[in-house]
């Protein structure tokens, strides 16, 4: 599935925005729920060049890991993966990632160091008795950089530049620049703090996407302040505020079915009307 942007028209250079998780917490693999998808955050920016990052290893990675290697045919792969924190749902495929089991390959790791070395959390999650192979024991080159608050890195012709978004612990969201062209990834989000508020519309203002947490509605979070998620309606109007091209709502909640989440797309087009779902394995094109 593939959507085409109004800022995609006579341009050459483009960024393609692949939607391989879109769950939040817990990966929901039922029938109701597959039409958007049920494997948790994971997200893919490509660059018309071939430059990609990778956002986020929730279970979605599992399906890219593999899709990687094999149209690799063999070659290296140079892989980039930020990360937003550390929650399972966005590290859960990191055991299972097919590019990490072969020694041609390398993947740099991004992240925050304020809840701990990047890599030390990582192979906690991979020590026994949770996980028979250590992370430092995996094939393929590794290795970490930890990343400041709006310092940005360059991977080939993308420009990721991380800042702060309020959660339960500290999370990076990315802003992915190219040839005029922006993604703002912000994933476990939760409004209310002014500083970070202002921070996320700076960062959006005037960008092509928004890909924002819409976990729940307003009346579900009436009963869940302080668990580091926002609504739809928030995501909404952030759009709105920050004149956003277009918004995907994000980090879907696992008890929101196919049904629920299209009344919630619905409710979220009267505020701002260029929303979509975000979906699993649906393509933007900027």
């Given at each position: 599935m593939a959507d085409v942007s109004p800022s995609a028209s006579g341009n050459l250079e483009c960024i393609n925005v692949r939607f391989w998780g879109v769950r939040g917490s817990i990966p929901t693999p039922t029938a109701s729920h597959l039409g958007t998808g049920g494997n948790t955050a994971c997200v893919e920016v490509q660059h018309s060049s071939g430059s990609s990052c990778i956002l986020d290893m929730g279970t979605g990675a599992h399906e890219l890991g593999h899709q990687l290697v094999t149209q690799s045919k063999q070659e290296p792969l140079d892989l980039h993966v930020f990360l937003s924190h550390f929650h399972w749902d966005h590290i859960q495929a990191i055991p299972f990632f097919a590019p990490l089991f072969h020694e041609r390959n390398s993947v740099t790791f991004y992240g925050s160091d304020l809840e701990g070395?990047?890599?030390?959390?990582?192979?906690?999650?991979?020590?026994?008795?949770?996980?028979?192979?250590?992370?430092?024991?995996?094939?393929?080159?590794?290795?970490?950089?930890?990343?400041?608050?709006?310092?940005?890195?360059?991977?080939?012709?993308?420009?990721?530049?991380?800042?702060?978004?309020?959660?339960?612990?500290?999370?990076?969201?990315?802003?992915?620049?190219?040839?005029?062209?922006?993604?703002?990834?912000?994933?476990?989000?939760?409004?209310?703090?002014?500083?970070?508020?202002?921070?996320?519309?700076?960062?959006?203002?005037?960008?092509?996407?928004?890909?924002?947490?819409?976990?729940?509605?307003?009346?579900?979070?009436?009963?869940?302040?302080?668990?580091?998620?926002?609504?739809?309606?928030?995501?909404?109007?952030?759009?709105?505020?920050?004149?956003?091209?277009?918004?995907?709502?994000?980090?879907?909640?696992?008890?929101?079915?196919?049904?629920?989440?299209?009344?919630?797309?619905?409710?979220?087009?009267?505020?701002?009307?260029?929303?979509?779902?975000?979906?699993?394995?649906?393509?933007?094109?900027?």
């Open positions: 070395a990047p890599f030390d959390l990582l192979n906690e999650q991979m020590s026994v008795p949770f996980f028979p192979i250590s992370f430092n024991n995996l094939a393929a080159k590794t290795k970490q950089i930890v990343l400041k608050d709006d310092e940005p890195v360059q991977v080939g012709k993308l420009t990721v530049t991380p800042f702060p978004v309020h959660h339960t612990q500290f999370v990076f969201g990315y802003k992915v620049e190219a040839g005029g062209n922006s993604v703002i990834y912000c994933t476990d989000y939760e409004h209310g703090i002014q500083k970070y508020d202002e921070r996320l519309i700076e960062n959006a203002s005037d960008a092509d996407l928004l890909i924002c947490d819409a976990q729940y509605t307003p009346e579900e979070y009436s009963k869940r302040i302080g668990w580091g998620h926002t609504t739809w309606e928030r995501a909404a109007r952030v759009a709105a505020q920050a004149n956003v091209k277009q918004l995907a709502l994000f980090h879907h909640d696992p008890g929101h079915d196919d049904i629920q989440l299209g009344e919630i797309l619905n409710a979220a087009q009267q505020i701002f009307p260029n929303t979509l779902l975000a979906t699993e394995d649906r393509t933007i094109v900027l």
